[in-house]
C-alpha cells in the first residue's frame, strides 16, 4: 500500500536566513514587549541617574566654606544642602584626594567635617517620579567609623508637586531612617566602601528627598568623604548598577535649572528720557521657577547709588539702578546670583 503525504512549499533561502539573525535571549524579550516605554527600561534608554552632581564637578557657590545652621541650607556643591541643628564649625570641602582604584574614575568628591556627632548631607530630586524600586548608592570614606549609619528617604507621596517643606526631617513627610543594606561591610577607617540602599516609592511620587546621616561617638574631628552618588530605578535587582558619568557641560546645564552665578553684570547707558533710572537686562539659562537673586559684590561702583532686581522671570533677569552723574554710567563691578532650589 502507498501512502502519500503532500506539503506545502516554502523558500528554503528565507528560512536560512531567519536563523541567522541574531536575536538573542535579551532580542527576545524585547520583541514581546507591548510599549515603547517598556523598551527603554529593558535596554536601559536614558539618563539613569535621577541624582544632579553625583560625582560633584560643579562648585558654583565655592569650594570651601562653613555651611551655617538650619534646614536644607545650600552652601556646598550644586544641588547638595546640609542641615546643621548649630554647630557653626561645620565645614564642607571639595575633595581632590586620590579617589581612583576602587572607586572608578572619579576625581572629585565632597567632604564633611564638623564638631557635632552627626553630619547631614542630601538633595531634594524634582519630580514627578514613577512608582516603582529605587536603589539610592554613593562611594563613601570615614575617618572614623560611625556608631550608626543611615541612608533616608522621604518614602510617601508628597502634598503638592515638589512640596519639600520642612523636609530635612520637617513636619508632614514620612521620614524613613533605614541603614545601608551593606552596612556590616563598613568596618574600617580610610577605606572607600560602596554602599546602597534599596527602597520603593509610592503613587503618585511628586518629588524625592535623600540624604546620608553617619552619627560618630560625640567626635569633633571626624570626616565624611563622598562621591559617585547615584538614585536610578530598578526592576528586579537588588543592587546598584555602575554609576552612570556625564560631562561637565550637561551637568552645568542641569545645575544651572536650580543655581546661577554671574560673576559680573558689565556694561553701559544713558538716563532714561526723564529720569534719573537706567536699566540693564540680560537672558539667563531658563530656571525652575523664578530665582530669589541677591547682588554679589566684586569691587567698587561707579557712576551710581542704589540698585535692585526688576521684571524677573525663569529665564531673564532685569537690574534697574540710579544715576549719579549728568550724562551717563558705567555698571561694572557686581555680579549676582539667582536660587530657584526646590
Given at each position: ?182 552596612v556590616s ?45 547615584q538614585v536610578?530605578?530598578?526592576?528586579n535587582i ?105
Amino acid at each position: 500500500m502507498t501512502v502519500r503525504v503532500n506539503k506545502n512549499s516554502f523558500n528554503i533561502r528565507e528560512k536560512l536566513s531567519e536563523l541567522e539573525r541574531p536575536i538573542g535571549l535579551k532580542g527576545s524579550e524585547l520583541m514581546k514587549l507591548d510599549t515603547v516605554q517598556e523598551a527603554r527600561d529593558l535596554v536601559s534608554a536614558g539618563r539613569k541617574n535621577m541624582i544632579i552632581n553625583g560625582d560633584f564637578k560643579i562648585w558654583q557657590r565655592g569650594t570651601s566654606g562653613g555651611v551655617g545652621t538650619g534646614n536644607r541650607n545650600y552652601k556646598s556643591a550644586d544641588r547638595w544642602f546640609n542641615f546643621n541643628a548649630g554647630d557653626t564649625t561645620s565645614q564642607i570641602d571639595l575633595s581632590s584626594v586620590s579617589i581612583g582604584g576602587v572607586t572608578g574614575r572619579f576625581r572629585y568628591g565632597m567632604r564633611v567635617s564638623g564638631g557635632q556627632s552627626s553630619r547631614i548631607l542630601g538633595q531634594c530630586i524634582e519630580g514627578p517620579l514613577p512608582a516603582g524600586d529605587y536603589i539610592f548608592s554613593a562611594w563613601v570614606r570615614f575617618s572614623e567609623i560611625p556608631t550608626n549609619f543611615y541612608m533616608t528617604h522621604n518614602s510617601n507621596a508628597l502634598i503638592g508637586e515638589n512640596n519639600f517643606a520642612g523636609w530635612y526631617g520637617g513636619s508632614g513627610v514620612s521620614i524613613s531612617y533605614t541603614k545601608p543594606d551593606n552596612v556590616s561591610e563598613v568596618s574600617q577607617t580610610g577605606v572607600w566602601y560602596h554602599v546602597y540602599k534599596k527602597f520603593t516609592a509610592v503613587s503618585p511620587h511628586l518629588g524625592l528627598g535623600i540624604a546620608f546621616q553617619p552619627l560618630f561617638a560625640g567626635s569633633t574631628s571626624a570626616t565624611v568623604d563622598i562621591t559617585g552618588v547615584q538614585v536610578e530605578r530598578v526592576e528586579n535587582i537588588t543592587k546598584p548598577t555602575e554609576f552612570e558619568h556625564r560631562s561637565y557641560g550637561e551637568e552645568l546645564a542641569l545645575c544651572q535649572r536650580y543655581f546661577q552665578r554671574v560673576g559680573r553684570v558689565r556694561g553701559s547707558g544713558n538716563r532714561d528720557a526723564g529720569s534719573n533710572h537706567c536699566v540693564f537686562s540680560q537672558n539667563i539659562p531658563t530656571m525652575r521657577a523664578t530665582p530669589n537673586c541677591t547682588f554679589v559684590t566684586q569691587g567698587s561702583d561707579y557712576n551710581f547709588s542704589g540698585k535692585q532686581f526688576q521684571n524677573l522671570n525663569e529665564s531673564h533677569v532685569s537690574v534697574l539702578v540710579n544715576i549719579t552723574t549728568a550724562d551717563s554710567y558705567w555698571y561694572y563691578n557686581h555680579g549676582y546670583e539667582a536660587d530657584a532650589e526646590l
